[in-house]
């Protein structure tokens, strides 16, 4: 009954470390799974902010070149509209406000 006690016993601190070793290595390859995953989110987080970046600098240049578009299409309004009232100032100047109509 003793020897039966003793492999029972021997039996069971095997198995102990049997799964000791093998609650090392889980532990060892869920840790560098984990590094390995940090690696990524640190790499992914870094190619975000790139690319944030350069959409940021993107839209600005769009921008920008709207606000020209806007700016020559007002300026050669604009332009458009002292030609015009220069045309009509001639006009009164020379006293012939039928030719106006004409012109249009």
């Known amino acids: 009954s003793n020897d039966h006690l003793k492999q029972r016993l021997s ?10 070793q093998q609650l090392e290595e889980t532990t060892r390859l869920i840790s560098n799974k ?3 995953f940090s690696q990524k989110l640190e790499s ?11 959409l ?6 769009l921008e920008k070149k709207f606000n020209q578009t806007n700016t020559y299409i007002n300026m050669k309004r ?3 509209q002292k030609n015009h009232q220069i045309r009509a100032l001639r006009q009164q100047l020379t006293g012939d406000n039928d030719k106006e109509e004409d012109e249009d």
Not at 12 to 19: A, R, S
């Open 11 to 20: 039996k069971y601190e095997k198995d102990d470390e049997l799964l000791n």
């Open 34 to 36: 984990e590094e390995t």
């Open 44 to 54: 992914n987080e870094k190619r975000l902010k790139e690319i944030q970046q350069a």
């Open 56 to 61: 940021l600098l993107a839209e600005n240049e």
């Open 78 to 80: 604009i332009i458009e």
